[in-house]
């Protein structure tokens, strides 16, 4: 009698359900990692609008702060930046970060002459991120755990 070569289909049975059990495990650690770093580049896009705001400030005082995020930037996404630098264009963020969205977060800004704010919501909540983030002019982080919200009045609590 001959031995037959190969697996049998128990063995290969048993091969598939470790390797499922191994995915259902893995899977919900990797989406964790996905939001926590997609929250940390959340956090330092809203620094780098805080620098951009009081850079643009400083350049334009007779504009104030940039009314929305596009003065920031370039003027687009794929945009070069003009030579030299206007308040309509000021190239202090980059394009990606100017149009909006980023890392799986939409990003806002609104300023006046006097003062300004930014946030930093997740574009799907739970999936992208869990929290949201805002600063205004005093250039402190704060986190807003869950969904959007259009004010940072200073009562949420700063990032340690």
């Known amino acids: 009698m001959q031995k037959q070569k190969g697996f049998s289909l128990i063995e290969l ?4 359900a ?3 059990i191994i995915a259902a495990i893995a899977i919900p650690n990797l989406l ?9 580049s959340a956090v330092a896009s809203i620094r780098t ?4 705001m009081i850079s643009y400030n400083s350049a334009y005082p007779t504009v104030g702060f940039a009314a929305t995020l596009t003065p920031l930037g370039p003027g687009g996404i794929t945009t070069a930046c ?12 980059d394009g990606q970060l100017a149009s909006g969205t980023k890392s799986g977060y939409r990003f806002t800004a609104a300023g006046t002459a006097g003062s300004y704010a930014a946030w930093g919501t997740p574009v799907t909540l739970n999936s992208t991120g ?10 402190v982080v704060r986190k807003i755990p869950g969904a959007a919200t259009t ?3 200073g ?6």
């Open 13 to 16: 049975l048993i091969v598939v």
């Open 155 to 160: 009562t949420e609590a700063p990032l340690q």
């Open 151 to 153: 004010t940072c009045a």
């Open 32 to 40: 964790r990692a996905r939001i926590a770093a997609n929250e940390a």
């Open 18 to 20: 470790i390797i499922l």
């Open 130 to 139: 869990v929290n949201s983030f805002c600063s205004i002019q005093d250039a």
């Open 49 to 52: 609008v805080n620098t951009a």
């Open 82 to 93: 003009p030579t030299p630098p206007t308040s309509a264009a000021s190239c202090l963020i």
